[in-house]
């Protein structure tokens, strides 16, 4: 079947433009997750839903990054304002049982 | 809190010697392990994962990882690498608890293969 997928693949935008990312779970899949890779950093984990509850949101760097999670399904994060240090790729992943992730193939964000 | 220490940042190996990438976690509770692959401009697969039982786990293409508890290791052997292996290979941790910490990855290690 269809995996995770994610889109764009690639996004440029200009520091203090808003953007939205965008992923769509495997069918069936209950929980979805999102990751930042970044070379300084490494994999940072950054927030997770669980079905239609409300997630935890300790994880997202600052409050210019945002998420939901429409329908149980396809979830969009949203960074206001974006800054250098948010160039970065951006993974999703989704989970029928919590420890078996699998992972989109991300979304490539330059700010210039 | 959990982390993962991946010492080697890259490991340069010829092509169909044997490899050994490290992995050591630190945490509170007990974990599961995992180990990804990430091929160029590809996006993260699970190679191999530990929840319980055997402390010896095999991927089907031929690596294999094994946990020691009192070493906190799970250390990613193949006794013949191929070209086609060349990737970035992460180890990662999770809470058996419940999945709202995600997992915590270790920064890589970066498999490269000579000819």
């Known amino acids: 079947g269809a995996g995770v997928s994610q889109s764009p693949s690639n996004k440029v935008t200009e520091k203090g433009k808003d953007v939205e990312l965008r992923c769509d779970p495997i069918?069936?899949?209950?929980?979805l997750y999102w990751y930042r890779q970044s070379l300084g950093q490494g994999l940072e984990f950054l927030i997770y839903f669980q079905g239609n509850s409300a997630p935890d949101k300790s994880g997202l760097p600052s409050d210019r990054f945002s998420a939901e999670r429409t329908g149980g399904s396809v979830s969009t994060l949203t960074i206001q304002r974006t800054q250098q240090e948010d160039s970065a790729v951006y993974l999703c992943?989704?989970?029928?049982?919590?420890?078996?992730?699998?992972f989109g193939p991300g979304t490539r964000l330059t700010v210039t | 809190a959990q982390s993962v220490t991946q010492l080697d940042s890259q490991v340069p190996v010829f092509e169909e010697a044997p490899v050994e990438l490290r992995c050591n976690y630190s945490s509170s509770v007990s974990v599961y392990l995992f180990w990804y692959v990430q091929y160029p401009n590809q996006g993260l697969q699970l190679l191999l994962k530990y929840l319980s039982g055997s402390t010896l786990v095999e991927s089907i293409n031929g690596f294999e990882a094994e946990f020691n508890k009192s070493q906190t290791s799970f250390h990613l052997r193949k006794p013949s690498v191929h070209i086609s292996d060349t990737a970035e290979y992460f180890c990662?941790?999770?809470?058996?608890?419940?999945?709202?910490?995600?997992?915590?990855f270790g920064k890589g290690t970066h498999l490269i293969i000579q000819p």
């Open positions: 069918s069936g899949h209950t929980a």
């Open positions: 990662a941790v999770s809470d058996p608890r419940g999945g709202a910490d995600g997992l915590t």
């Open positions: 992943a989704s989970s029928l049982r919590f420890h078996e992730q699998y």
